[in-house]
């Protein structure tokens, strides 16, 4: 296009720009996160138009496309329950539309499909966009925890036992560092070997210590043990890292327990963490009787499997949870507790909102992914044995899809999750 020939720029840095913003735009909100998103499937289509959608397509990918039409099945079949029954409290066939415009996601993922395989994108932008974005929540978060504001104004008087840096009353910073500062480490690696190959080993170790002690200021909990245990695995399995285990174990344990014998507040929110992991045998029991003193996130886990049976084969369709929530058959009618919009956690989610059905597509979809990625980069010897590029996005894509975590919703909150699936699954499969 002329547009391009005259700014001296080629079409694969500006698309490989509009990728690597995508990290700047989660933390300038959910706006710039969409035109962002709408920005690089449109100007994908427009400069190689219908040569998008004539990639070959595996297994893998036809899994994809019917888990996407199951997700449009069951919410016309939810939605047409709705209608007979004249429940229209949301309109007409409301859930139907969402999972249409749901769809996007498919059509962003059969773009960074294209554009990885051709290799028309290059990700050491993405890369370098990850290092200062996580760098910069990481000493907005420090600047609000010893001053009260961060640099943007929002104060930490509110937050309670959590602190959102620049992303505001919500309180993701910790969540934010934890997928995006995995990137980090392989940056200087990766691309500036030469450059930097004297001091990458001692600035890896910096690296850590800052977005360790980011996440811990935060006050986000599941992301710190998420964020150890992806580190811990990258560790684990490169054979060049090994010998930095034992020095990582103890580096971790000597910050974890000066801060916390320092700041009480810090001190308190962990222990207070550790009581809600052993109060999860109350739920496992099933004893309502000892909810008072249980978070109400811990509380959804309980209500899932009722509520699952309502719709137990097809789901109750996306974003219905807290509608059939109110249905289940021993609800306690007395009760002050309010279902949520989700269950807090994938996989019960995907099972109430998708049923059976769908959660056999999505978890044949998931372990394709770790046969394809990890095991193919680590135990058989195939293309993927010498690219390293691949290997932050199989260690966030493993933490990601922990099953033993609580979580946001899959259907609600899914940006990063997808965005991360669909980058790591093109550039490591289908990038020969």
């Given at each position: 296009m002329?547009l ?6 080629s079409?694969?840095n ?5 990728v690597?913003l995508l990290?700047?735009?989660?933390i300038a909100g959910?706006?710039?996160?969409n035109?962002?998103?709408i920005l690089?499937?449109l ?5 190689f138009?219908k040569?998008?959608?004539?990639i070959k397509?595996y297994?893998?990918d ?7 039409f199951?997700?449009i ?6 939605d047409f329950?709705?209608?007979k029954?004249d429940?229209?409290w949301?309109?007409y066939?409301?859930t ?8 996007k996601?498919l059509l962003l993922y059969l773009?960074?499909?294209f554009l ?8 050491k932008y993405?890369?370098?966009?990850c290092l200062f974005?996580?760098?910069f929540?990481?000493f907005d978060?420090?600047?609000q925890?010893f ?6 104004g929002?104060s930490?008087?509110t937050?309670g036992?959590k ?5 505001g009353d919500e ?5 934010y ?8 480490f392989f940056?200087l690696?990766l691309?500036?070997s ?14 850590f210590i800052i977005f360790?002690?980011?996440?811990i200021?935060?006050?986000n909990?599941m992301?710190l ?7 811990s695995?990258?560790i684990?399995f490169q054979k060049q890292t090994r ?5 990582f174990?103890?580096?971790f344990?000597?910050i974890?327990f000066l801060?916390?014998?320092?700041n009480?507040k810090i001190?308190?929110?962990f222990?207070n963490?550790?009581?809600q ?12 009787s000892n909810y008072?003193?249980?978070?109400q996130?811990f509380k959804?886990?309980s209500?899932?499997y009722?509520t ?10 996306i ?6 929530c109110?249905e289940?058959p ?5 009760s002050?507790?309010i279902?949520?919009m989700?269950?807090?956690n994938y ?8 049923g059976?059905?769908?959660f056999v597509?999505l978890?044949s ?5 770790l ?6 980069k ?9 690219n ?7 260690f966030l894509f493993i933490v990601?899809?922990?099953p033993?975590k609580s ?20 550039c490591g499969y289908?990038?020969k």
């Amino acid at each position: 296009m002329n547009l391009f020939s005259k700014a001296n720029i080629s079409k694969e840095n500006f698309l490989s720009i509009l990728v690597a913003l995508l990290p700047l735009s989660f933390i300038a909100g959910n706006l710039i996160i969409n035109f962002n998103l709408i920005l690089l499937i449109l100007f994908s289509l427009i400069l190689f138009n219908k040569d998008v959608f004539t990639i070959k397509f595996y297994i893998l990918d036809k899994l994809l496309f019917f888990y996407f039409f199951l997700v449009i099945f069951t919410a016309f079949i939810n939605d047409f329950e709705f209608y007979k029954n004249d429940i229209l409290w949301r309109g007409y066939f409301p859930t139907t539309i969402k999972s249409f415009f749901f769809l996007k996601y498919l059509l962003l993922y059969l773009v960074l499909r294209f554009l990885v395989e051709k290799n028309f994108l290059n990700l050491k932008y993405f890369f370098i966009s990850c290092l200062f974005a996580s760098l910069f929540v990481c000493f907005d978060i420090f600047y609000q925890f010893f001053n009260g504001k961060d640099i943007f104004g929002f104060s930490s008087e509110t937050s309670g036992r959590k602190l959102g840096g620049p992303f505001g009353d919500e309180l993701i910073a910790g969540g934010y560092i934890q997928r995006f500062s995995i990137f980090a480490f392989f940056t200087l690696p990766l691309f500036y070997s030469k450059n930097f190959k004297k001091i990458a080993k001692y600035l890896i170790p910096v690296f850590f210590i800052i977005f360790f002690v980011g996440i811990i200021m935060s006050g986000n909990r599941m992301p710190l043990l998420l964020f150890l245990l992806a580190v811990s695995l990258i560790i684990i399995f490169q054979k060049q890292t090994r010998k930095f285990l034992v020095p990582f174990v103890v580096i971790f344990s000597l910050i974890f327990f000066l801060i916390i014998s320092v700041n009480t507040k810090i001190k308190n929110n962990f222990l207070n963490f550790y009581v809600q992991i052993s109060n999860m045998k109350t739920i496992i029991v099933g004893d309502e009787s000892n909810y008072q003193n249980i978070p109400q996130y811990f509380k959804e886990f309980s209500t899932f499997y009722e509520t699952w049976l309502l719709n137990k084969y097809i789901g109750g369709g996306i974003k219905n949870f807290r509608y059939y929530c109110h249905e289940r058959p021993n609800i306690d009618k007395n009760s002050n507790f309010i279902c949520n919009m989700h269950p807090h956690n994938y996989y019960l989610e995907i099972l109430t909102e998708t049923g059976f059905f769908g959660f056999v597509v999505l978890i044949s979809i998931l372990l394709s992914i770790l046969y394809l990625s990890f095991y193919n980069k680590y135990f058989s010897k195939s293309s993927l044995t010498d690219n390293n590029l691949i290997i932050p996005f199989i260690f966030l894509f493993i933490v990601e899809i922990f099953p033993l975590k609580s979580t946001g919703s899959f259907f609600y909150h899914r940006k990063y999750y997808l965005f991360i699936l669909n980058n790591w699954n093109t550039c490591g499969y289908y990038k020969k």
